[in-house]
């Protein structure tokens, strides 16, 4: 669920960035303008962009209650695993994005001013919109690499005093470690740098401004992720076509008649 969540907040956020930018170029040299409640109709990328830094965010959160999940013993707190497993993601998904798009929206609607036609997302979304999404995604994300750093610090522990537990399932625990801990990096490149950045510099610098350094990170993060994923899918193809293979060759195989 959790690859898939974060996938899917990276491909929303990919196009609210196409749209974004295609907008601009499209309008650059255009005079006329739309009030801007119409931005919500005409342009997407105000509503993904929302719904696309909380799937991110989230991902990390989730990811995090999951790895803590992953090394308890199968016979304890059944039910409540497969209720932060199974229904908490969808839950919390679904929840927050009503939430934040609600508030975008009603944002714009209650500053329904006239904006140029290109729907420039500073233009269209005020300050105060702005610094609470950024604060609440930056926050839920920091919460999810915190409980995943305390968790990494208590593996070691819980290897050592737990003898019990097969080779087999802590190689297969280390193996999704790994898998996590390039998603975390990941979501704290792509969401939690310029989140935590734009908070930081108006509480302590009384600024608004983000360098465009700090947000070449996302599309960075973006790229970086589909190379994985594509590397990924390599491994799995190459694996596949090995079993492919090995199954073909014994069902050939003549038989040793005496």
Request: aromatic content about 12%; hydrophobic content about 50%; charged content about 10%.
């Amino acid at each position: 669920m959790t690859n898939i969540s974060f996938s899917l907040g990276s491909t929303l956020l990919g196009i609210a960035y196409t749209c974004d930018y295609a907008r601009m170029i499209t309008y650059q040299t255009s005079d006329d303008t739309i009030l801007k409640g119409y931005c919500i109709f005409i342009a997407i990328h105000p509503t993904f962009y929302a719904v696309g830094d909380v799937f991110i965010s989230g991902a990390t959160l989730i990811m995090a209650f999951e790895s803590v999940l992953a090394l308890q013993n199968n016979q304890q707190g059944g039910p409540l695993k497969a209720l932060l497993l199974n229904k908490f993601p969808l839950i919390y998904y679904t929840t927050v994005s009503v939430v934040d798009v609600s508030l975008c929206w009603t944002d714009i609607l209650t500053n329904n001013e006239p904006v140029p036609i290109a729907c420039y997302y500073e233009l269209v979304v005020s300050q105060t919109y702005f610094n609470i999404h950024l604060a609440y995604t930056g926050t839920v994300g920091f919460v999810g690499v915190l409980i995943f750093v305390a968790w990494l610090l208590y593996m070691p522990i819980s290897r050592s005093s737990h003898q019990s537990v097969r080779a087999v399932q802590t190689r297969r625990n280390w193996e999704m470690v790994r898998k996590v801990v390039m998603l975390i990096a990941l979501n704290f490149s792509v969401q939690n740098l310029p989140a935590t950045y734009r908070v930081f510099s108006t509480i302590f610098l009384d600024s608004t401004v983000i360098p465009f350094a700090v947000w070449l990170m996302q599309p960075i993060g973006f790229l970086l992720t589909a190379i994985f994923r594509l590397i990924e899918l390599s491994k799995i193809r190459t694996k596949l076509q090995k079993a492919l293979h090995l199954k073909f060759k014994k069902s050939v195989m003549p038989s040793h008649l005496p």
